[in-house]
């Protein structure tokens, strides 16, 4: 998924789920940062105080997609949330490890994942760590099938459109030329490019099993926004096993028909088509709703407010509010995270991740 639904579709539906105009910004931008979170390391500072992040997220060309730990570390945790096979802990969908470590959509993991942040909600970086565990739980969905290592199970071959979005009228196949098959490493759904991300593409492909996967985007986004509203809902409640419903029907539709009607390859140029959606007041739960846009990097963003600059310097002047700025929280949030997902949940369906 890229940024049209991690950060927008993200806001509207926890509008919807019933978080105010200000929290449901604040778990969006988190959601769609685990995208743009590509630097780690410590921050100094002058008055000699340190903070140590880690980055949730690697750019597809980036060489540390090439080292298994660092794959492990973002991949798995972040964006391709090893699903067992849909099976339960203490089952096994075969003695392999590849097949233990394929996404899987809402798999007894990813809801093990969601109720942890609910749990966990009093922390200072409850807000953020819901918007980080929103993004993972989303890609469930958009990423089941693929694998966040190096791995032949992500090849991608004879990819075509079953839809009539009228975009590929050379085919997918035409697009995954050679020349990008051997370029891009089969990592996640680096060799199905962003074709996994565009909710109104219908298509299918063949994977490295050479089995046909046929995918139909919009239904796999819409299940996914609807189960995230189920979540938000138990979030705010308190209540991991709380009886919650998904989205309203209302909002629904609406949701559905941006899906099927914003036909543009970009993710930015959707993004802003759901801006202006929202901001002129197409999502009724929102009313007409003066959105923030969003800035990963520059003097709008959560890093500048925090730092006073979206660039690592040697050395950053100590901010008093730093220790509460979202862009702290975040990475608050993304080591909670990643240390839970990691260290507790895996290990009880018999994955070593890091």
């Not at 604040?26 to 500072?45: E, K, L, M, N, P």
């Not at 105080?49 to 730990?69: F, G, P, Q, W």
């Not at 798999?107 to 929103?134: F, W």
């Not at 089941?144 to 196949?173: C, I, M, P, R």
């Amino acid at each position: 998924m890229q940024i049209d639904f991690h950060h927008a579709t993200t806001y509207v539906v926890a509008r919807d789920a019933g978080f105010s105009h200000d929290d449901a910004n604040t778990i969006a931008y988190a959601a769609q940062y685990v995208d743009d979170a590509t630097s780690s390391g410590a921050i100094y500072f002058d008055n000699r105080a340190v903070y140590k992040r880690i980055s949730s997220a690697h750019k597809m060309l980036d060489i540390r997609n090439t080292e298994e730990l660092a794959n492990h570390e973002v991949w798995m945790p972040f964006h391709f949330l090893p699903g067992n096979g849909g099976l339960a802990a203490g089952q096994h969908p075969s003695n392999k490890f590849i097949d233990k470590i394929v996404c899987t959509p809402n798999s007894p993991v990813a809801q093990e994942m969601v109720r942890d942040a609910i749990l966990e909600k009093g922390r200072d970086y409850g807000l953020h760590r819901l918007g980080v565990t929103m993004h993972v739980y989303a890609d469930t969905w958009a990423h089941q099938g693929f694998a966040g290592v190096l791995h032949d199970v992500n090849e991608v071959e004879d990819a075509e459109e079953t839809g009539k979005s009228g975009l590929f009228s050379g085919g997918l196949a035409s697009v995954l030329n050679d020349l990008l098959d051997d370029t891009i490493p089969p990592l996640g759904h680096g060799r199905a490019q962003t074709f996994p991300d565009m909710p109104f593409l219908q298509w299918q492909y063949r994977n490295g099993h050479g089995v046909i996967i046929k995918r139909d985007n919009t239904k796999d986004f819409l299940e996914a926004a609807d189960n995230m509203c189920i979540a938000m809902r138990r979030y705010i409640k308190g209540d991991p096993n709380a009886q919650a419903t998904g989205l309203t029907q209302n909002t629904r539709a609406q949701i559905e028909k941006m899906f099927t009607t914003t036909l543009l390859k970009d993710g930015e140029e959707r993004h802003q088509e759901w801006l202006t959606a929202i901001r002129n007041g197409v999502f009724t739960v929102c009313g007409k709703t003066n959105i923030d846009d969003y800035f990963a990097r520059g003097s709008d963003s959560w890093k500048a407010d925090a730092l006073g600059t979206s660039h690592d310097l040697p050395v950053h002047q100590y901010k008093d509010h730093f220790l509460q700025s979202p862009w702290k929280l975040f990475h608050d949030a993304t080591q909670a995270h990643r240390f839970n997902v990691v260290y507790n949940i895996l290990p009880r369906y018999g994955i070593c991740a890091a």
